[in-house]
């Protein structure tokens, strides 16, 4: 059995994909349906003494609904799922056993990598074409091509998640270290932005594509 294999076989037998896939699609229905049922969910919660006004939905703020819950707490599982893969020390048996039989380490992070990116990628498009579909019956169209775009860069922006938790994980203990230690860096890295010349480069700006 090849590395390629066993890591497709351990993220599906062990329910990660399904995971990944269930909260971007979940978010993907959530998101638009927010959007378009906020302004009467407020009159009908909220509180007589004051008034809160929100301007009608239009399409837009569909994708953005998505866009903001898959940034917080989609990063948040994309990362779990990407450090409990890479995170090569978690089990020290299996690490003894895979390290002796690879010639460099890179050969156990790289088919970790990609299948838990691919899986990441496949979950967060099929997330955005969900919430383009409840956002196009409920808000009204989304320019087809913007939209690509967008979803191409947020793959961009989690491929680049998954890589920061393999460069973690490779050099960590425990699962949840490597969590952490990736969430903190992609948490800071926006600071770098004070310095111009670098601002334009960070990768936290594709965060934003989506809806921009």
Known sequence: MTLWRLEWL??????????????YVFF?????????????????????DFQVIVPDPVPSDGIAQFAANVTQIGLLVAVVVAAG???LDALPEMAIFL??????PAMLVIPRAVTV?????????????????????????VPVGGLL????????YLAFAVAVAAAVGSRLGSVLSTVLATLLVLLL??????????????PSHLVGAQVG
């Open 10 to 23: 351990r993220l599906t037998r062990t329910r990660r994909l399904p995971a990944l896939v269930g909260v």
């Open 28 to 48: 993907g229905f959530v998101g638009p349906l927010t959007a378009r049922y906020l302004p009467e969910i407020l009159d009908r919660f909220g509180s007589g």
């Open 85 to 87: 893969a890479l995170t």
């Open 99 to 104: 390290r002796t039989r690879v010639a460099s």
């Open 117 to 141: 990116a691919g899986a990441v990628a496949v979950a967060y498009l099929a997330g955005v074409g969900i919430a383009w579909y409840e956002t196009v019956l409920l808000l009204g169209g």
């Open 149 to 156: 775009l967008g979803a191409l860069f947020g793959v961009v």
């Open 189 to 202: 890295m926006p600071l770098a932005g004070i310095v111009d010349v670098v601002e334009r480069w960070l």
